[in-house]
């Protein structure tokens, strides 16, 4: 079975800081990968994702996401912090085999940016 | 297109009243999806459609939830005798069916059962 885990349920950065948001999966074959972002009672709006080819891939708002075979992993980043960019962050994958349906989200991360 | 749309955003019932939420997805998107998520959780899978047909329910859809999309439209999910355990927001998602698309989520309903 798929399982997704992110590391920190909580990140604290300084406003123009690096974000760093990690988050591993577990799957007998690659699956599909996700980040979704959730402000404050609003639904959850994709950031980006890897589905095949290159394996960095860029989303909106200047995040990008590297997919690590040999790691299991498919971390979030974005060079310097902004204060809009406090929010939940979820990881989430989908089964290739399926043909996508049925995506498992992380239990999610909450970014702090202090000013 | 709107987006995903649900209806309401907020509903607060009675314990052993039943609830009904609506969720219209973007008119291009065939598969159509309810998720639920508890504060401070991941949105958990509780069933999909592809068009009309229901193709997979969660086991966290106990025998008193219900989901319906007549003619692969909008979708229904019902909640027969809630328990405060049902608490949450209830999230719809749709997508286009195929490989790895992401799901464009609507802004939830949000549950409580007094």
């Known amino acids: 079975a798929q399982s997704v885990t992110q590391l920190g349920s909580h990140v604290s950065v300084s406003e123009g800081a690096l974000v760093l948001l990690r988050c591993n999966y577990s799957s007998s074959v690659p699956p599909y990968l996700f980040w979704y972002v959730q402000y404050p009672n609003q639904g959850l709006q994709l950031l980006l994702k890897?589905?095949?080819?290159?394996?960095l891939v860029k989303g909106i708002n200047g995040f990008e996401a590297e997919f690590k075979k040999s790691e299991t992993s498919f971390h979030l980043t974005k060079p310097s912090a902004h204060m809009s960019d406090a929010a939940e962050y979820f990881c989430?994958?989908?089964?290739?085999?399926?043909?996508?349906?049925?995506?498992?989200f992380g239990a999610g991360t909450r970014l702090f940016v202090k000013a | 297109d709107t987006g995903v749309s649900q209806d309401p955003r907020h509903k607060i019932t009675k314990r052993g009243q039943n609830v009904t939420f609506r969720c219209d997805p973007i008119?291009?998107?065939?598969?159509l999806y309810w998720y639920r998520q508890t504060l401070g959780q991941g949105p958990e899978f509780l069933t999909y459609f592809q068009n009309e047909a229901q193709l997979e329910k969660s086991r966290l859809l106990s025998d008193r939830f219900s989901a319906e999309r007549p003619k692969g439209s909008f979708s229904t999910l019902e909640i027969q005798r809630t328990e405060q355990g049902d608490s949450a927001m209830y999230l719809c998602a749709s997508s286009f069916a195929g490989d790895g698309y992401g799901y464009t989520f609507g802004s939830g309903t949000r549950l409580t059962v007094v």
């Open positions: 008119s291009e998107h065939n598969r």
């Open positions: 890897y589905t095949t080819g290159a394996t």
């Open positions: 989430a994958v989908s089964d290739r085999a399926t043909g996508g349906f049925k995506t498992i």
